[in-house]
């Protein structure tokens, strides 16, 4: 499971799951103490205004945090009762794995990007519909098309149409 944690209006832990217990280090005597003061693993900054946010306003509110090694999504939600706001509940998603697959696919996209826009070849991409999404520096050298301009464009709309028909061959 996921660290769960619920505080009241004054920012106080009410409860808390084993998740939290042993990611924040709760043990039953930290009931009662506020949220601001509750250890947090290395490095991991203090969301109590994120909190007192989500209580003030009524709405929730989803950001990144992270500790020394993790990455975590942070969600804090409203706690109603019949009367309005009596708290939040708050739960840590680890999502340190998929921060690493993102970090690394932008990498490597990059790598791919320098070496396609480097190459003395001409290079383009077109999504399904015959659009431009990617241009290299040599074909915008080739036929003089500034690269913001042919993005998104086809053939078509870049080329007379002799040159645009053999493309399209």
């Given at each position: 499971g996921f660290p769960l944690f619920v505080v009241n209006r004054d920012l106080e832990l009410?409860?808390?799951?084993?998740?939290?217990?042993?990611?924040l280090f709760l043990t039953p005597s930290a009931?009662?103490?506020?949220?601001?003061?509750?250890?947090?693993?290395?490095?991991m900054g203090d969301f109590t205004d994120t909190v007192r946010q989500v209580i003030a306003d009524g709405k929730?509110?989803?950001?990144?945090?992270?500790?020394?090694?993790?990455?975590?999504?942070?969600?804090?939600?409203?706690n109603f009762s019949p009367t309005g706001v009596r708290g939040a509940i708050i739960f840590l998603i680890d999502n340190t794995e998929l921060n690493a697959a993102e970090v690394a696919a932008r990498n490597s996209q990059e790598k791919m990007m320098a070496i396609m826009d480097n190459s003395h070849a001409l290079s383009s991409l077109k999504d399904p519909s015959g659009r431009y999404i990617f241009v290299n520096r040599r074909f915008i050298d080739t036929f003089d098309v500034p690269s913001d301009n042919a993005l998104g464009k086809?053939?078509?709309?870049?080329?007379?149409?002799?040159?645009?028909?053999?493309?399209?061959?």
């Open positions: 009410e409860r808390y799951n084993r998740p939290a217990a042993d990611l009931v009662g103490q506020r949220v601001g003061r509750i250890k947090r693993p290395r490095g929730p509110a989803e950001t990144a945090l992270a500790s020394e090694n993790r990455h975590y999504i942070l969600h804090v939600t409203p086809t053939d078509r709309q870049l080329f007379a149409r002799g040159i645009a028909d053999e493309f399209r061959r």
